[in-house]
C-alpha cells in the first residue's frame, strides 16, 4: 500500500513559505496540504487564492486545499486558476454538496468531502459516488498542533469498511504522528496530513522519513 505524506502549512513558517515548500518538496512530501480558513467556519483566519497563486509556482508536486469556510463555491474559481490539485469542502458547509463537489469536478480538480469529529460517517459515505476522497478531521479544525482524538481511528476503520471502496483515498488530518500513524493507516487512511510534526522539525526529510518507518514498521508487526 502508498502511503502520502502531505505536510500542512498551516505549521510552516509564514515569512518564509516558497522555502518552506521547497523544504518539504526535497523532503519527499508528496503533496502539500492547504487550509484555508475563513474565520467563520472555525476560530481562526489563514489565508486565500491569492496567497495560494503565488505559492504555486515554486510547487512541483500538487496543491491540496481544505476548505474550512462557511461559503466555499466562492473560492472554486480563483483556487481553480490558483493550480491546486484537488479540493476538500465540509460536508457541514454545503447546502447543495453534490453541486458543489460536482462544480470542482468541473473544474479538472479532484473533489472531497471533510467531516468534523463529531459529524455522523454518513454525511461522507452519502458523497463517495461523486468524490475522489473523504478527509477525516481527527481533530477539531482551527489549529495546529492538537493531539489526535483517539475515537478517529474506529471511525476511519468503520468508514473503510462502509465505503465498499478499494480505490477511495481517505485523508486524515490532526495531531498525526510517528506514534499514531501505523494504527490510522491499518485502520484505512491512505494520506496522512502531519503539520506540526513536520514543519516542528528542523530536518523536515528526517520528520518525513521517520512518519514512513512508522508506517512501514507498524505493516510488519
Same mark, same amino acid.
Given at each position: 500500500?502508498?502511503?502520502?505524506? %502531505?505536510? !500542512?502549512l498551516?505549521?510552516? $513558517? =509564514?515569512s518564509?513559505?516558497?522555502?518552506e515548500?521547497r523544504?518539504?518538496?526535497?523532503?519527499g512530501a508528496?503533496?502539500i496540504?492547504?487550509d484555508?480558513?475563513?474565520? &467563520?467556519? #472555525?476560530?481562526n *483566519?489563514? =489565508?486565500?487564492p491569492?496567497?495560494?497563486?503565488?505559492l +504555486?509556482?515554486? &510547487?512541483?508536486?500538487?496543491?491540496?486545499?481544505? *476548505?474550512?469556510?462557511v461559503?466555499?463555491? +466562492?473560492l472554486l474559481p480563483a483556487?481553480a486558476?490558483a493550480?491546486?490539485?484537488?479540493?476538500?469542502v465540509h460536508a457541514?458547509?454545503c447546502?447543495?454538496l /453534490?453541486?458543489t463537489?460536482?462544480?470542482?469536478r !468541473?473544474?479538472?480538480?479532484s473533489?472531497?468531502? %471533510?467531516?468534523?469529529? +463529531?459529524?455522523?460517517l454518513? =454525511?461522507a459515505?452519502e458523497a463517495?459516488?461523486w468524490?475522489?476522497f473523504? *478527509? #477525516?478531521?481527527?481533530?477539531?479544525p482551527?489549529? @495546529? @498542533?492538537?493531539?489526535?482524538?483517539?475515537?478517529s481511528? !474506529?471511525?476511519?476503520e468503520?468508514?473503510?469498511?462502509?465505503?465498499?471502496?478499494?480505490?477511495? $483515498?481517505?485523508?486524515?488530518?490532526? @495531531?498525526?504522528t &510517528?506514534m #499514531?500513524?501505523?494504527s490510522?493507516v491499518?485502520?484505512?487512511?491512505?494520506?496522512?496530513v502531519?503539520?506540526?510534526?513536520?514543519?516542528g522539525? /528542523?530536518?523536515?526529510?528526517?520528520?518525513?522519513?521517520? *512518519?514512513?518507518e !512508522?508506517?512501514?514498521q507498524?505493516e $510488519?508487526?
Amino acid at each position: 500500500m502508498t502511503i502520502r505524506i %502531505a505536510p !500542512s502549512l498551516l505549521s510552516a $513558517d =509564514f515569512s518564509r513559505l516558497a522555502g518552506e515548500v521547497r523544504d518539504v518538496q526535497a523532503a519527499g512530501a508528496d503533496l502539500i496540504h492547504l487550509d484555508i480558513m475563513d474565520g &467563520c467556519f #472555525v476560530p481562526n *483566519l489563514t =489565508f486565500g487564492p491569492p496567497l495560494v497563486a503565488s505559492l +504555486a509556482p515554486h &510547487c512541483e508536486i500538487p496543491l491540496d486545499a481544505h *476548505l474550512m469556510v462557511v461559503d466555499p463555491d +466562492a473560492l472554486l474559481p480563483a483556487l481553480a486558476a490558483a493550480g491546486v490539485a484537488r479540493i476538500a469542502v465540509h460536508a457541514e458547509a454545503c447546502t447543495h454538496l /453534490h453541486r458543489t463537489l460536482s462544480a470542482i469536478r !468541473s473544474h479538472g480538480i479532484s473533489p472531497g468531502v %471533510a467531516i468534523n469529529p +463529531a459529524t455522523p460517517l454518513v =454525511f461522507a459515505l452519502e458523497a463517495v459516488p461523486w468524490v475522489d476522497f473523504i *478527509l #477525516v478531521m481527527s481533530v477539531n479544525p482551527g489549529f @495546529g @498542533g492538537q493531539e489526535l482524538i483517539e475515537e478517529s481511528v !474506529s471511525r476511519i476503520e468503520r468508514l473503510r469498511a462502509a465505503a465498499r471502496a478499494p480505490g477511495l $483515498d481517505i485523508t486524515v488530518d490532526g @495531531g498525526v504522528t &510517528c506514534m #499514531v500513524a501505523p494504527s490510522l493507516v491499518a485502520a484505512g487512511a491512505t494520506t496522512l496530513v502531519a503539520g506540526s510534526a513536520i514543519f516542528g522539525a /528542523h530536518d523536515r526529510g528526517r520528520a518525513i522519513a521517520e *512518519l514512513r518507518e !512508522s508506517v512501514r514498521q507498524g505493516e $510488519d508487526a
